[in-house]
């Protein structure tokens, strides 16, 4: 067996990645007298350093790296992405360079998410926004080789087609139990995998809780990635827009207090940029009456 073969054994199996994650009912006073049966899927336990859906879109492309010998990653994110920890985190353990294209000028000192990226051997390179947002011209993807030789490139957070086909796979750990199933929204790769998972599941639908503002173009955005990885457009999903919290990373003072009392409740640790929102966004959903009495809701909790 070649060196690749070795480094895939230790490698894949050698991350100690835990799956399917656990389904376990959410009893919160706070839902009682609503019929509504919560449950929460522990994505979040996947791993302590490449948690929930992050796992999910990149475990096929680590796959794909390995089998085709890359040495390096190279992918793109902003300064608070947990993409690009994860990446990082991923190429230490499997001993794959890693660098990280980030979005906008360095702020030092660095963040808690760039500081645990940089630990973990990633090569930070900043980005203009204007030039950020060409990333996917082929202008740009062109005049990579010449600073980073031969790599493997995964986009903004890791949803290309091999992630979001990594994602059907919450769906098909579930099984048929729940009438609605509800995920965070940030690019969007998530919810197209997992709704095309759950599209032979008559009656089940998902919903997709949008982490920014502006997000309509999430919808679109479904769309194309559901088309690009599956060849077809399922349509039992539809995205909330409502509960961004004033921005992409904003939290509210009470979006803190309620994400701090979760915890404290339910003993999990609640990740702040899209797991807060989408939980005070269930709460909320359930105390409107957008879920019917009797159904059971299954939240995936990515991270
Ligand atoms: C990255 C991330 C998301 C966003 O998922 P998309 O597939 O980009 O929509 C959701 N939840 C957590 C915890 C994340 O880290």
Redesign the pocket.
């Known amino acids: 067996m070649g060196a690749l073969g070795g480094r895939e054994e230790t490698g894949m199996a050698g991350l100690g990645v835990r799956v399917p994650s656990p389904v376990e009912r959410l009893v919160d006073s706070r839902l009682s007298g609503y019929g509504v049966e919560v449950f929460l899927k522990r994505d979040d336990l996947i791993h302590p350093e490449l948690p929930?859906?992050?796992w999910r879109?990149l475990g096929p492309n680590l796959r794909a790296v390995l089998d085709q010998g890359h040495e390096t990653i190279v992918t793109f994110g902003g300064a608070y992405s947990?993409?690009i920890r994860a990446v990082a985190a991923a190429g230490r353990a499997l001993g794959i360079a890693t660098v990280g294209l980030i979005r906008g000028e360095e702020h030092l000192p660095l963040n808690p998410s760039l500081t645990a990226a940089r630990r973990d051997g990633m090569e930070l390179h900043y980005v203009d926004r204007g030039v950020y947002r060409q990333r996917a011209s082929a202008e740009f993807l062109g005049s990579l080789p010449a600073r980073f030789g031969r790599f493997y490139l995964i986009p903004e957070?890791g949803?290309n087609d091999l992630g979001v086909r990594g994602c059907v796979q919450i769906a098909a750990e579930i099984g048929t139990s729940y009438d609605v199933v509800v995920c965070?929204?940030?690019?969007?790769?998530?919810?197209a995998g997992l709704s095309h998972g759950l599209a032979s599941v008559a009656g089940t639908r998902a919903v997709g809780i949008a982490a920014l503002k502006g997000a309509d173009f999430l919808r679109d955005e479904v769309r194309r990635l559901q088309h690009a990885a599956f060849g077809g457009v399922s349509e039992n999903w539809s995205i909330e827009l409502g509960y961004h919290g004033g921005g992409f990373a904003k939290m509210s003072p009470e979006l803190l207090a309620f994400a701090a009392e979760f915890e404290r409740l339910h003993g999990l640790a609640v990740?702040r940029v899209?797991?807060a929102k989408m939980l005070a966004a269930v709460m909320d959903m359930v105390r409107n009456g957008r879920f019917v009495g009797g159904q059971s809701v299954l939240v995936v909790v990515?991270?």
């Open positions: 929930g859906n992050k879109k947990n993409h957070g949803s965070p929204c940030g690019t969007g790769g998530t919810l990740e899209y797991v990515t991270g």
